[in-house]
């Protein structure tokens, strides 16, 4: 149940901080949190993360669904109850839903965190992408530790 109530979670933080964004800036509008090195800037994203993939939403809603539906299928196995497993799973359903209701709705995600610093600019992301990303780490380092196997 853990997972669950973490995923929709993530998922309703993520929609509403993207609410927020999408009604009260227009795109590309930036507002400087700190200066030099963090600002909210909404931009549109046709991609999956770090811009690859543009303009192929169908393909990425097909493979964010399949996803979705591999991460409930495992959160029913015995071994995704107990560690930091029910932690990532969690993590990365609510954020995988989290975008793919941007792309379902939209064609296109939300994003609006932006770090930079001089030159460099991190690509923007939004709180799924958090989620997903934490929650790959953590998958990988439990996979790390225990030596487990995916397939099965």
Do not use: C, H
Request: hydrophobic share 55%; proline share 4%.
């Amino acid at each position: 149940m853990f997972p669950i109530l973490l995923a929709l979670t993530v998922l309703g933080l993520d929609q509403f901080t993207k609410w927020l964004v999408v009604t009260r800036m227009a795109e590309f509008e930036t507002i400087p949190v700190i200066p030099g090195f963090f600002s909210i800037q909404f931009v549109y994203n046709t991609g999956a993360a770090f811009g690859i993939l543009q303009n192929q939403t169908w393909f990425l809603v097909l493979v964010a669904t399949v996803a979705a539906g591999v991460i409930l299928y495992y959160l029913r196995r015995p071994e995704a109850k107990w560690g930091v497993l029910p932690l990532a799973l969690g993590l990365l359903l609510g954020g995988t839903l989290g975008n793919l209701v941007d792309r379902v709705r939209f064609g296109k995600v939300v994003d609006f965190f932006l770090f930079y610093w001089k030159d460099y600019r991190f690509p923007n992301f939004n709180v799924a992408d958090i989620g997903i990303t934490v929650g790959v780490a953590l998958l990988a380092l439990y996979l790390g530790l225990t030596g487990e196997k995916t397939a099965g």
